[in-house]
């Protein structure tokens, strides 16, 4: 009888980095609390505990494992074909190694579709110091990175793009201390818009596209330079198009092209995909493709691009 793929939700961090807490709190959400049967393993032991009879009446199996020699192949086999899970969630011991818990281990049903790391910000400088080796070997290979227990020191733009050198596709999210509202922060910005030309940088395309729709305002009359790819929509004039980039914004299969609308004085006629360098002024107008307000890019410059090593963009 064919069986369908089972996915697997592995969960990384140090010990007190906040994985259990975040399990419980995936587990009770209403997208996930859908009642499949699901294999939770747990191998090591933190200060928050599982609630062993209320995950059975929730379809959650538990399974623990003390030792790193004791995750095998075979192990894995003989949980699968007792529970049959439909899916199946890892909290990791932050001591072992990642490499041991990737694709080869698992079942043939079993797919790894997602890693999340949990790092608590308060003890993050220490493991960064002492400990940077252990600490990328799990973060190197995340999907998510979340920070827990931050506060107003925080600096959000320094650490998404420290890990952004060593881990382009993952996705960083800040989880705040008990107490304290952290959307009131002003989001830290990895340009400076006071400069008289801001340069984007081809890793931050993704923070400036996002920032520029939601506050166009604060873009307005500020002059920009970056790397994109030539998009002109059926129907546009000659003398306009959409420069942008293609961008990641939660999977594979959800790949979507992100540009902001450019104007320009005389035609520009290139091939579709071509990569550019454009310089262009930033303007706020009432845009229908918008459906809103939003920045109009007003082009003062346009010459060869060089295509990114990683040319998608990840949030």
Do not use: H
């Not at 939601?214 to 994109?228: I, L, Q, R, S």
Request: with cysteine.
């Amino acid at each position: 009888m064919f069986r369908r793929e089972t996915p697997v939700y592995l969960f990384t961090g140090f010990l007190e980095s906040g994985k259990t807490s975040f399990i419980l709190n995936t587990l009770n959400q209403d997208y996930f609390a859908t009642g499949e049967k699901t294999l939770l393993i747990v191998c090591e032991d933190g200060e928050t505990e599982y609630d062993l009879k209320y995950l059975k009446g929730q379809n959650i199996y538990v399974e623990f494992i003390k030792e790193e020699s004791e995750l095998t192949e075979e192990k894995l086999r003989n949980m699968d074909a007792s529970i049959k899970p439909r899916r199946v969630l890892i909290e990791y011991n932050g001591m072992w190694n990642t490499e041991t818990i990737m694709e080869e281990l698992y079942p043939n049903s079993w797919v790894l579709t997602q890693v999340i790391s949990t790092v608590d910000y308060t003890t993050f400088n220490m493991f960064w110091n002492n400990m940077r080796s252990l600490l990328m070997n799990q973060l190197s290979v995340s999907d998510m990175i979340i920070f827990n227990r931050c506060d107003e020191t925080t600096k959000r733009s320094d650490l998404r793009r420290n890990m952004k050198l060593f881990n382009k596709k993952a996705q960083i999210a800040f989880d705040w201390v008990e107490g304290f509202d952290g959307s009131a922060m002003e989001e830290e910005l990895p340009y400076d818009l006071n400069q008289d030309v801001i340069t984007i940088e081809d890793d931050d395309y993704g923070i400036f596209y996002m920032d520029s729709m939601e506050n166009p305002d604060k873009y307005a009359g500020k002059t920009f330079v970056y790397n994109c790819i030539f998009y002109r929509p059926k129907k546009y004039p000659m003398t306009k198009f959409v420069p942008g980039r293609f961008a990641m914004t939660c999977c594979a299969d959800d790949i979507q092209f992100l540009g902001i609308l450019c104007k320009s004085e005389t035609d520009v006629d290139l091939e579709e995909r071509t990569w550019i360098k454009i310089t262009a002024k930033v303007k706020t107008e009432y845009v229908p493709e918008y459906k809103d307000m939003g920045p109009v890019l007003y082009l003062e410059k346009i010459e060869p691009g060089v295509k990114p090593e990683d040319d998608i963009v990840y949030f």
